[in-house]
C-alpha cells in the first residue's frame, strides 16, 4: 500500500520545513522549495508524510485517504 502526496509546488514559499521533519519523504530544491508535484511513498513512511504536511505553514501539502493511525 502506498501513501500519496500531492503539494501546490507553485504556492510554496521555501520554509524547508516538511523535510526538516520528514527528510525521508520530501525534496527540496537548493533554495529550500518542494520540488514534487505528486509523490508515492510507502505505507511505513505515513507518519512521517503526515508530519511534513502538519509542519508547512503555508498548508500547500495534502495526502490522499489522511490517516492518523
Not at 36 to 54: C, F, H, N
Amino acid at each position: 500500500m502506498t501513501v500519496k502526496i500531492r503539494v501546490d509546488v507553485k504556492c510554496c514559499v521555501g520554509h524547508a520545513r516538511c523535510a526538516a521533519v520528514a527528510p525521508e519523504v520530501y525534496e527540496l530544491d537548493d533554495n529550500g522549495f518542494n520540488t514534487t508535484p505528486y509523490k508515492e511513498v510507502d505505507e511505513s513512511l505515513r507518519k512521517q508524510a503526515i508530519r511534513g504536511m502538519r509542519a508547512c505553514p503555508e498548508k500547500v501539502i495534502t495526502i490522499d485517504d489522511e490517516d492518523d493511525r
